[in-house]
C-alpha cells in the first residue's frame, strides 16, 4: 500500500489524534483521562513540578478542567499503573501483562546485578512489605551497597532493591506522596485476571514497540533519539518493526517534505487521509509530552525547533529552564515559562517567546483561544492570577491579568 499525504494533512492529522484539535476537547473527568491514555497507550511521567508535572500537563491540554487528583483516583481503582516505557509512565492497568518484559529504567542487567549485590537486604524489605503493606525506602534504614547511581556514587541499598523488585515483577508501585514511592506486592496492585494473563515475550516486545507509535502518531521506522528505548537492541528492534509492518498494525506513509518513511497505526489511516482543519485553540505542551519526541519531524513539518534545556546551563540556554510549546490550532507558534507559586496562589509568566513572523494580535481568532488558555491553566495550577515579568507589558496588556 502506497499512501502519500501533505504536510498541511499531517501536521492536522497529529493535532486530531493528540485531542488538541481543539485543546482541553475530552470529557472531563476520570474517565477522561483513560480515553486519552487508551489512545496514547501511555504517558511519560517526570516529578518536576514548577510548572505542573508531565503526565498532568499533557492530560491538562486535552482533558477538560483536568485535575491531577483524577490520576489519584484511577491509581487507586487499579485502572492505571506505572511501568517502564521510554521512561517511567502511566498506562491502562489491562496492558500490564504486555509490559512483563521491563528493562527498568537502567536496564535488565543492572537490576539483576543489583538485586544479586543485595540479596539480604532484599530478602529484609520484600519480608517488611508482605508484612507491613506499601513501604517507600525513607521507611528503612539507609544502607550502602555495591550499586552506584547515575553520577557513579554509592547508592542507597534499599532503594536499588524496590526497584530491582520492581522490574523482577514482584512488587509495584502503590502510591506517591510527592515524589516518594511507596511499593506493595504486585498482587495487591492488580486484578487477578490481569497477573493470570501470560502473552509471550516476542509480543510484549511488539507491543512495547506499537506503543511508542500509538503514542506519537508518526514515526519513523527508527523512532527518534531515545524513542525506542528500553525495548530491545537495535537489531531485535528492526524485526519487530518488519512483523508490525507484515501484521499490518502499522502502514507506510510518505509526508510531503519529510525525509524518509513515516508509519502510522492503520485503524488511523482514514483520519490522516481526511483530517478536519482544527479549530482557533491554544494549548501549553508539556516538554515530555510524546507530540515533541521526534524533534527532526518538528522542525520540517511545523518549522519549530525545539529542545528542553533543562539539562543546560543558565548561559547556554536560548529560551529557559522548563518551557513549555504554544500550539495553536495546527501550528506551533512560540513558548512560554510559567512557574507555580502554589503558597501564593500565583502564576508567575516568567517569559513568551513567538515564533518568527508569527504576530499574535493579527493571528486570527489566537488573543483570545490564548487567554482561554491561560484561563484553563490558571485552574489546573489552583492559582488565582497571573504575574508577569516586567519585561511582558505588551503580553499582559493582550491577554490581561485575569483571562
Request: glycine fraction near 8%.
Amino acid at each position: 500500500m502506497q499512501v502519500k499525504v501533505g504536510a498541511d494533512a499531517a501536521r492536522c492529522f497529529l493535532v486530531a489524534r493528540h485531542f488538541l484539535g481543539p485543546a482541553r476537547s475530552v470529557a472531563d473527568g476520570p474517565d477522561g483521562v483513560l480515553e486519552v491514555l487508551r489512545k496514547l497507550g501511555s504517558v511519560q511521567f517526570d516529578p518536576i513540578a514548577v510548572a505542573g508535572r508531565n503526565h498532568d500537563l499533557m492530560l491538562h491540554a486535552r482533558v477538560a478542567d483536568y485535575e491531577p487528583a483524577w490520576c489519584d483516583e484511577l491509581y487507586e481503582r487499579r485502572e492505571i499503573f506505572e511501568t517502564t516505557n521510554k521512561a517511567l509512565s502511566f498506562i491502562p492497568a489491562s496492558e500490564f501483562p504486555w509490559y512483563r518484559v521491563s528493562g527498568g529504567r537502567k536496564g535488565p542487567a543492572f537490576h539483576s546485578q543489583a538485586l544479586a549485590a543485595n540479596a539480604d537486604v532484599a530478602e529484609r524489605v520484600l519480608a517488611r512489605i508482605r508484612a507491613d503493606g506499601p513501604l517507600s525506602s525513607a521507611d528503612f534504614e539507609r544502607e550502602i551497597g555495591a550499586t552506584k547511581n547515575w553520577f557513579g556514587m554509592p547508592e542507597n541499598a534499599v532503594r536499588s532493591v524496590l526497584e530491582a523488585c520492581t522490574v523482577a515483577g514482584e512488587i509495584g508501585l502503590a502510591r506517591r506522596e510527592g515524589n516518594l514511592r511507596y511499593y506493595d506486592l504486585l498482587e495487591r496492585l492488580l486484578p487477578a485476571d490481569v497477573l493470570t494473563k501470560e502473552v509471550p515475550e516476542r509480543e510484549q516486545l511488539r507491543h512495547k514497540l506499537l506503543s511508542r507509535y500509538r503514542a506519537h502518531g508518526l514515526l519513523g521506522a527508527g523512532g527518534a533519539g531515545g524513542t525506542f528505548a528500553r525495548i530491545a537492541n537495535p537489531d531485535v528492534r528492526r524485526a519487530l518493526h518488519k512483523e508490525l509492518v507484515e501484521l499490518g498494525a502499522l502502514v507506510p506513509v510518505d509526508v510531503e517534505g519529510v525525509r524518509g518513511k513515516r508509519f502510522v497505526l492503520r485503524e488511523e489511516l482514514p483520519l490522516l487521509e481526511a483530517p478536519a482543519e482544527p479549530p482557533a485553540s491554544v494549548a501549553f505542551i508539556a516538554p515530555f509530552d510524546s507530540l515533541l519526541w521526534d524533534t527532526a519531524l518538528l522542525a520540517s513539518l511545523f518549522g519549530f525547533d525545539f529542545v528542553w534545556e533543562g539539562f543546560f546551563s543558565p548561559a547556554k540556554r536560548r529560551w529557559g529552564y522548563y518551557v513549555l510549546p504554544i500550539i495553536f490550532a495546527d501550528r506551533l507558534v512560540g513558548r512560554i515559562e510559567p512557574r507555580i507559586e502554589r503558597d501564593e496562589g500565583v502564576v508567575h509568566v516568567l517569559d513568551v517567546w513567538w515564533e518568527d513572523g508569527f504576530a499574535p494580535s493579527r493571528a486570527d481568532g489566537f488573543v483570545e483561544a490564548m487567554r482561554d488558555a491561560l484561563g484553563a491553566y490558571l485552574r489546573f495550577a489552583a492559582a488565582e492570577r497571573l504575574d508577569w515579568a516586567p519585561h511582558l507589558a505588551t503580553a499582559r496588556r493582550m491577554f490581561l491579568d485575569r483571562p
